[in-house]
């Protein structure tokens, strides 16, 4: 048989199935099945990707073994990761000028290769930049540069009393009939300024050494404090009257220096209001739209991680007298494995393209992501330890890490399950919104 081509017009394709070799391969870059990029995201990609192996990784392993009053100690790497960060350049001014569609592309490869980094190092990333970047996304000016990105931020909400709660300020998920009780952060307004008093849960990231906060709190007008009409603030944490508790010993996400915050009697002046009661459910809906879709990007760039230190062990380890790769049921939890990266990375890019395009972002799409990209990882890295047998236990090998660092993602900004509750009313009905 000859092999001309047929006499239909030609697919416009790059190399057309007629020129393919014999015998095609198509061998997949370290960056997965992604769709092109644009110049500037092409670019930045493979800088970050080695920031992520040759700087991140191994910081974010030496700051897991150590006591957490330490990791924020002055000469800490913690704040050589940090200041290695923003050596690299991805500054939000130059995030806010490119179009729509290229922000969506650099943000997700960002925070995928940060969390392919540390998990925990690229939430302290993300917590640290959200106060400047959300004052960008209300047009606040004043705030924008009081608080540039160049210092560590954090983002105040969960507080002892209100966990799930907090995530959920018009009562979707609360039981029939109950109440959610007194707040325990209260803004209470007068005339030109507002005092505070309460206190953080001791999750806050970053907030054991954060410059400054976005801080939820119920806001008081002089008859009691009220949870559904609350407040989003943005305040320096260097106020009298503020304090920060003891740095929170956890399981995993240990480079993130999570710690309550106090606050006695503290004064700001009104500037400092991102969003008051009118604007409050704006505020919310706007700040956990961005921040749960970056939540995926983070998480798959964990999961690309594991997958492929355990691609990596897989052809190192032998067993059976060939390396582990040539047994099909390894071959087989690989293929899985890949497959969830790929999806998780798909639909995470996906969200954040549509809501950064839309006049009004999926707040349900996002959740989507959070969820997806968190569980993903979860699932990965605990595969990976698999693969990885006895070795994947010891501290010797970095899969136990980022399994822990992992865990601890499916109840960060909101546990999956009360987000999966949430996104499931959104979906029957977008007016609840
Ligand atoms: C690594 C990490 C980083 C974090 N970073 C921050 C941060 O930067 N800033 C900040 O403020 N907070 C932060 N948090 C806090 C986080 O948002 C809360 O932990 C989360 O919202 C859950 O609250 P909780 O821990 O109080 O659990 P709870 O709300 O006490 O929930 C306990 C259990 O009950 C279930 N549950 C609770 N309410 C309901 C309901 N209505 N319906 C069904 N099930 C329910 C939950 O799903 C969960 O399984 C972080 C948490 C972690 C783990």
Not at 46 to 71: H, N, S, T, Y
Request: aromatic fraction near 10%.
């Amino acid at each position: 048989m000859t092999s001309n081509p047929p006499e239909f017009p030609q697919m416009s394709r790059q190399s057309p199935a007629h020129g393919w070799p014999q015998n095609p391969k198509s061998k997949i870059d370290g960056f997965g099945i992604q769709p092109p990029l644009d110049d500037i995201t092409r670019e930045f990609q493979p800088q970050l990707r080695k920031f992520a192996v040759e700087v991140m990784r191994p910081i974010g392993q030496r700051l897991d073994r150590l006591p957490a009053d330490q990791i924020i100690a002055e000469g800490s790497e913690f704040w050589t990761f940090h200041k290695r960060y923003q050596e690299l350049g991805v500054e939000l001014s130059m995030l806010a000028q490119m179009e729509p569609e290229a922000r969506a592309n650099l943000f997700c490869v960002l925070l995928e290769e940060l969390g392919y980094g540390d998990g925990g190092l690229a939430i302290s990333v993300a917590a640290g930049m959200l106060p400047t970047y959300v004052s960008m996304l209300f047009g606040n000016q004043f705030l924008m540069e009081r608080f540039p990105e160049t210092e560590l931020g954090c983002w105040g909400i969960t507080e002892p009393d209100h966990g799930s709660d907090s995530i959920d300020p018009q009562g979707m998920v609360r039981h029939p009939g109950a109440k959610y009780g007194r707040p325990n952060t209260v803004a209470r307004f007068y005339k030109d300024k507002i005092i505070l008093n309460g206190q953080k849960s001791a999750w806050v990231s970053n907030g054991t050494c954060a410059k400054h906060c976005i801080l939820y709190c119920a806001a008081d007008f002089g008859d009691g404090p009220s949870v559904e009409g609350g407040c989003v603030l943005v305040i320096p944490l260097d106020l009298p009257g503020i304090s920060r508790g003891k740095p929170l010993e956890k399981l995993g996400q240990r480079g993130d220096p999570q710690g309550e915050i106090f606050f006695n009697d503290v004064e700001v002046s009104l500037d400092y209001v991102l969003a008051g009661p009118e604007d409050y459910l704006r505020a919310v809906y706007c700040i956990h739209s961005e921040a749960n879709a970056l939540m995926g990007a983070i998480w798959t760039g964990a999961a690309r991680s594991a997958y492929h230190l355990a691609h990596a062990y897989a052809h190192e380890r032998k067993q059976g007298g060939v390396p582990i790769f040539n047994h099909q049921l390894v071959a087989y939890k690989l293929f899985h494995m890949f497959r969830s990266v790929e999806a998780a990375s798909s639909l995470t890019r996906r969200v954040v393209h549509y809501n950064m395009t839309s006049d009004v972002p999926a707040l349900q799409a996002a959740m989507c992501a959070k969820t997806l990209g968190t569980q993903t990882a979860f699932e990965v890295s605990s595969e990976a330890l698999g693969i990885f047998g006895g070795n994947g236990l010891t501290h010797e090998y970095p899969m136990e890490k980022i399994m822990r660092d992992s865990r601890a993602s499916l109840i960060e900004d909101g546990t999956n399950d009360v987000l999966a509750i949430k996104g499931g009313y959104y979906l029957m009905d977008p007016d609840l919104l």
